[in-house]
Protein backbone atom coordinates (compact mmCIF):
# COMPACT_ATOMS: atom_id res chain seq x y z
CA UNK A 1 0.00 0.00 0.00
CA UNK A 2 1.03 3.54 0.07
CA UNK A 3 0.92 3.81 3.95
CA UNK A 4 3.45 3.32 7.06
CA UNK A 5 3.32 4.20 10.56
CA UNK A 6 5.90 5.97 12.72
CA UNK A 7 6.84 7.42 16.01
CA UNK A 8 8.95 9.71 17.25
CA UNK A 9 9.99 8.26 20.18
CA UNK A 10 10.47 9.31 23.42
CA UNK A 11 14.16 10.38 23.64
CA UNK A 12 13.32 12.55 20.88
CA UNK A 13 10.55 14.28 22.27
CA UNK A 14 12.86 14.49 25.73
CA UNK A 15 15.32 16.41 23.42
CA UNK A 16 12.87 18.94 21.63
CA UNK A 17 13.00 17.22 18.12
CA UNK A 18 9.30 16.48 17.19
CA UNK A 19 9.15 19.85 15.19
CA UNK A 20 12.34 18.76 13.33
CA UNK A 21 11.29 15.57 12.72
CA UNK A 22 8.00 16.45 11.39
CA UNK A 23 9.14 19.13 9.10
CA UNK A 24 11.83 15.89 7.69
CA UNK A 25 8.93 13.92 7.04
CA UNK A 26 6.64 16.22 5.28
CA UNK A 27 9.62 17.90 3.20
CA UNK A 28 10.36 13.92 2.09
CA UNK A 29 6.81 14.15 0.86
CA UNK A 30 4.71 12.29 2.79
CA UNK A 31 1.07 13.45 4.06
CA UNK A 32 0.26 12.92 7.89
CA UNK A 33 -3.28 10.98 7.76
CA UNK A 34 -3.56 10.40 11.67
CA UNK A 35 -1.19 11.70 14.29
CA UNK A 36 -1.28 11.50 18.60
CA UNK A 37 0.62 12.76 21.27
CA UNK A 38 0.62 9.85 23.86
CA UNK A 39 2.29 7.49 26.14
CA UNK A 40 2.29 4.00 25.88
CA UNK A 41 1.81 1.44 28.44
CA UNK A 42 4.23 -1.54 29.59
CA UNK A 43 1.74 -4.07 28.21
CA UNK A 44 1.36 -1.51 25.03
CA UNK A 45 4.77 -1.83 24.31
CA UNK A 46 5.51 -5.22 25.10
CA UNK A 47 2.57 -6.11 22.70
CA UNK A 48 3.87 -3.81 20.12
CA UNK A 49 7.42 -5.53 20.34
CA UNK A 50 6.40 -8.82 20.64
CA UNK A 51 7.98 -9.91 18.02
CA UNK A 52 11.83 -8.70 19.83
CA UNK A 53 10.44 -10.53 23.27
CA UNK A 54 12.95 -13.02 22.97
CA UNK A 55 16.09 -10.21 22.45
CA UNK A 56 18.20 -9.62 25.42
CA UNK A 57 17.08 -5.59 24.78
CA UNK A 58 13.09 -6.26 25.04
CA UNK A 59 13.24 -5.29 28.97
CA UNK A 60 15.29 -2.07 27.79
CA UNK A 61 13.52 -1.31 25.01
CA UNK A 62 10.00 -1.51 26.67
CA UNK A 63 11.35 1.01 29.44
CA UNK A 64 12.95 3.33 27.10
CA UNK A 65 9.03 3.45 24.72
CA UNK A 66 6.97 3.79 27.95
CA UNK A 67 9.54 6.67 29.83
CA UNK A 68 7.60 9.44 28.09
CA UNK A 69 5.38 10.74 26.07
CA UNK A 70 6.06 9.80 22.04
CA UNK A 71 3.96 11.39 18.68
CA UNK A 72 2.63 8.21 16.73
CA UNK A 73 1.32 9.14 12.95
CA UNK A 74 -0.01 7.24 10.06
CA UNK A 75 1.69 8.60 6.71
CA UNK A 76 1.02 8.36 2.80
CA UNK A 77 3.32 8.40 0.54
CA UNK A 78 4.13 6.43 -3.10
CA UNK A 79 5.97 3.32 -2.21
CA UNK A 80 5.38 4.60 1.91
CA UNK A 81 7.17 1.83 3.73
CA UNK A 82 10.63 1.25 1.76
CA UNK A 83 10.84 5.46 1.29
CA UNK A 84 10.19 6.09 5.12
CA UNK A 85 13.04 3.58 6.25
CA UNK A 86 15.44 5.32 3.99
CA UNK A 87 14.56 8.76 5.26
CA UNK A 88 15.17 7.26 9.10
CA UNK A 89 18.44 5.14 8.06
CA UNK A 90 19.67 2.43 9.81
CA UNK A 91 18.95 1.22 13.05
CA UNK A 92 22.07 2.15 14.75
CA UNK A 93 22.64 6.40 14.39
CA UNK A 94 26.51 5.68 13.73
CA UNK A 95 25.85 3.87 10.89
CA UNK A 96 23.06 5.33 9.33
CA UNK A 97 23.96 8.03 6.23
CA UNK A 98 24.40 11.35 6.23
CA UNK A 99 21.13 13.64 6.27
CA UNK A 100 18.83 10.89 7.74
CA UNK A 101 16.46 11.38 10.90
CA UNK A 102 18.62 9.05 13.10
CA UNK A 103 21.90 10.78 11.94
CA UNK A 104 20.98 14.06 12.57
CA UNK A 105 18.50 13.04 15.71
CA UNK A 106 19.31 9.48 17.76
CA UNK A 107 21.48 9.03 19.76
CA UNK A 108 22.16 5.07 20.26
CA UNK A 109 20.66 2.18 18.46
CA UNK A 110 18.43 1.87 21.72
CA UNK A 111 17.50 5.21 21.45
CA UNK A 112 17.13 5.80 17.97
CA UNK A 113 14.83 8.82 17.79
CA UNK A 114 11.85 7.20 14.76
CA UNK A 115 10.46 3.98 14.48
CA UNK A 116 9.41 3.04 10.91
CA UNK A 117 7.11 0.22 9.80
CA UNK A 118 9.24 -2.61 7.96
CA UNK A 119 6.39 -3.63 5.83
CA UNK A 120 2.99 -3.09 4.25
CA UNK A 121 1.42 -6.04 6.23
CA UNK A 122 3.30 -4.65 9.75
CA UNK A 123 2.60 -0.65 8.43
CA UNK A 124 -1.27 -1.62 8.52
CA UNK A 125 -1.29 -3.74 11.87
CA UNK A 126 0.78 -1.18 13.92
CA UNK A 127 -1.30 1.57 12.50
CA UNK A 128 -4.61 -0.12 13.59
CA UNK A 129 -3.15 -0.68 16.85
CA UNK A 130 -2.60 2.76 17.51
CA UNK A 131 -5.63 4.79 15.94
CA UNK A 132 -8.75 4.22 15.38
CA UNK A 133 -10.66 3.93 12.34
CA UNK A 134 -12.18 7.10 12.84
CA UNK A 135 -8.85 8.79 13.90
CA UNK A 136 -7.04 8.26 10.39
CA UNK A 137 -8.17 11.16 8.03
P1 LIG B 1 12.11 0.31 14.51
O1 LIG B 1 11.74 1.16 13.34
O2 LIG B 1 12.01 1.04 15.81
O3 LIG B 1 11.39 -1.03 14.50
O4 LIG B 1 13.68 0.02 14.32
P2 LIG B 1 14.41 -0.98 13.33
O5 LIG B 1 13.41 -1.70 12.48
O6 LIG B 1 15.48 -0.20 12.64
O7 LIG B 1 15.10 -1.99 14.34
P3 LIG B 1 14.51 -3.35 14.98
O8 LIG B 1 13.09 -3.57 14.58
O9 LIG B 1 15.50 -4.42 14.73
O10 LIG B 1 14.56 -3.00 16.54
C1 LIG B 1 13.49 -2.30 17.14
C2 LIG B 1 14.04 -1.31 18.13
O11 LIG B 1 14.67 -2.02 19.20
C3 LIG B 1 15.15 -0.41 17.60
O12 LIG B 1 14.67 0.69 16.89
C4 LIG B 1 15.82 0.02 18.89
O13 LIG B 1 15.06 1.04 19.56
C5 LIG B 1 15.75 -1.26 19.69
N1 LIG B 1 16.98 -2.02 19.53
C6 LIG B 1 17.37 -2.75 18.46
N2 LIG B 1 18.58 -3.29 18.66
C7 LIG B 1 18.96 -2.92 19.90
C8 LIG B 1 20.12 -3.17 20.72
O14 LIG B 1 21.05 -3.86 20.32
N3 LIG B 1 20.12 -2.58 21.96
C9 LIG B 1 19.09 -1.83 22.43
N4 LIG B 1 19.16 -1.31 23.65
N5 LIG B 1 17.99 -1.58 21.69
C10 LIG B 1 17.93 -2.11 20.45
MG1 LIG C 1 11.71 -2.70 13.28
Do not use: W
Not at 76 to 89: M, Q, S, T, W, Y
Amino acid sequence: TNRTFTMIKPDAVENGHIGGILDKITSAGFKIVAMKYTQLSKRDAQEFYAVHSERPFYGELVDFMTRGPIVSAILEKDNAVEDFRALIGATNPTEAAEGTIRKLYATSIGENAVHGSDSDENAAIEGAFHFAGREIY
